[in-house]
């Protein structure tokens, strides 16, 4: 149902109902979880939020843009107190077409001289506007709304500024003549005398809309049997945060501590409720599924002298946009550095956290640190499964991974890649065509291919022992592996120790 025809519903139904005031999104968020039909966009609240006064001083505009953060957050009717209507009948019937765009239910203007001035100031001292005039800013504002059901309320200030219950009948029918949809009649005396005359005087003519502020201890009872339409409670939530703020700024400042304040105030976690921290969230896994940002990271520590090399590979996969990093292996209870040789090996440790192997994961050595365009690479690469290979490799070393792949590298190749088809810890007849760098990812279908794999692999006796290597040379009969080529801008564990006892830190 529309915003418009759900406040129209609550200010003609017969029931008396009733609306709550806020003065920001979060406010109004509050005030619909409550279970209130309605929102009172008080200018009073408005502008006391804003730390300016409640005589215009925030200009129409400004309060536009608080109106809209609170009609986006929540799904209930907002009925903007909108003080004179900004100026004149011009000023007024543009609010209406800006409000109708923010789906605003409608809107309620007092027949005072702009600027207005708060009615509990001096009210007697104030002068009314002009009947005809006012009248005529109502026919304005009616002829210019696009929305059948956009409300238009007119306020009565006769009371408030002392003239008797003659001058309110005049003027509530004159602007029922000229079109509005409600009468709202203030009072600022403590008890309902001056709403009662008019009730009685009035009979029905248009629904009755009031506000209790100062005669706030009559029975709500009373208000039903009257026949009022609506009751708006007007400025209390921003009063009592005022009240909230002031004793815990006092206590703070007092105390110089948060020990006595912390279980006294709402938990972070409820603001990001509030926020809706959780919908983007799920947004964030439906619409960036594809985007580096919905990536992880497993590194996979081997040796304990690694640990020199960690940070400076977090850093890089953080600058990628990948802040979601997991280290595995060679890891204490308190994942610090040990000895390996107690943890299992290679596979045995991506095992245990195979359910964080998703649709886009990259996976790394710890011993080695690269430069930021390595991981751009990796994660651009659109193949299910890739692993990182340098053609320049030191063919006297034993123990590095070595690769064969379907084509050897050529600059022909350029981003292009090719085929895996073995990796080995021995070169056999000079046939490999790369190392092996430590870097490799799996995105879609490749993620459910390797996770697979190990739940297959574990079953093997001498799985505790078995390397990427063992689990490449697996994976590659289940479904293909891409090889990447990349020339230099990486360091294992070896070249990164030895430069450092040179000094050659070029």
């Known amino acids: 149902m529309k915003k418009t025809t759900q406040l129209r519903n609550l200010i003609t139904s017969s029931p008396l109902e009733f609306i709550m005031e806020a003065h920001n999104a979060l406010s109004a968020k509050i005030v619909e979880e409550a279970g209130f039909k309605g929102i009172w966009g008080s200018g009073l609240s408005i502008s006391a939020a804003m730390g300016v006064r409640d005589n215009n001083e925030a200009s129409w505009t400004q309060v536009l843009e608080v109106l809209e953060f609170m009609s986006d957050a929540t799904s209930i009717p907002i009925l903007l107190d909108g003080d004179t209507g900004y100026g004149n009948f011009n000023n007024a019937r543009r609010l209406v077409k800006k409000l109708e765009q923010r789906q605003i239910g409608g809107v309620c203007i007092e027949d005072k001289i702009f600027p207005k001035t708060n009615s509990f100031i001096k009210g007697e001292a104030q002068p009314l506007a002009d009947i005809d005039e006012f009248c005529g800013k109502i026919k304005a504002m009616k002829d210019s709304q696009t929305d059948e059901d956009f409300m238009v309320v007119s306020r009565v200030e006769a009371f408030i500024a002392g003239w008797g219950l003659g001058e309110a009948m005049k003027r509530a029918e004159a602007y029922r003549q000229a079109g509005t949809d409600a009468i709202l009649m203030h009072s600022k005396r403590s008890d309902i005398s001056e709403i009662e005359a008019f009730i009685k005087e009035w009979a029905g003519r248009l629904p009755v809309v009031i506000v209790p502020t100062k005669y706030y201890s009559v029975p709500t009872q009373r208000f039903r049997e009257l026949g009022i339409g609506l009751c708006i409670w007007a400025n209390h939530n921003l009063r009592a945060s005022i009240k909230a703020i002031k004793e815990t700024t006092n206590q703070i400042f007092k105390e110089e501590s948060l020990i006595n304040i912390e279980n006294h105030v709402t938990p972070l976690e409820e603001v990001f409720r509030l926020q809706g921290a959780e919908e983007l969230t799920r947004a964030e896994k439906i619409y960036l599924n594809r985007s580096k940002n919905n990536w ?150 490749g993620a459910a291919v390797l996770r697979e794999a190990l739940d297959k692999l574990a079953n093997r006796k001498d799985f505790n022992e078995l390397t990427l290597g063992d689990l490449f040379n697996y994976l590659h009969t289940l479904h293909p592996i891409a090889v990447k080529y990349m020339k230099g801008s990486w360091l294992d564990l070896d070249s990164y120790t030895k430069i450092q006892s040179s000094g050659d830190t070029t």
Request: charged residues 25%; proline residues 3%; aromatic residues 6%.
């Open 296 to 445: 992880n990271s497993i590194i996979l520590v081997r040796q304990s002298g690694a640990q020199p090399l960690l940070p400076e590979q977090m850093n890089q996969l953080k600058t990628a946009g990948i802040s979601d990093i997991m280290k595995i292996g060679c890891l204490d209870a308190e994942e610090q550095l040990c000895d390996c040789k107690t943890n299992g090996g290679e596979l045995s440790a991506l095992f245990t956290v195979r359910d964080k192997i998703n649709e886009n994961t990259l996976i790394s050595y710890g011993e080695i640190i690269y430069k930021p365009h390595v991981v751009k690479e990796v994660i651009e690469d659109t193949n299910d499964i890739t692993i990182m290979v340098d053609p320049d490799f030191d063919d006297h070393t034993i123990g590095r991974n070595y690769v064969t792949a379907q084509v050897p590298y050529s600059k022909n190749l350029y981003s292009a890649t090719v085929d895996f088809v073995q990796m080995t810890h021995e070169l056999k007849n000079h046939t490999s065509h790369g190392e092996f760098i430590g870097v490799w990812k799996v995105s879609g279908k």
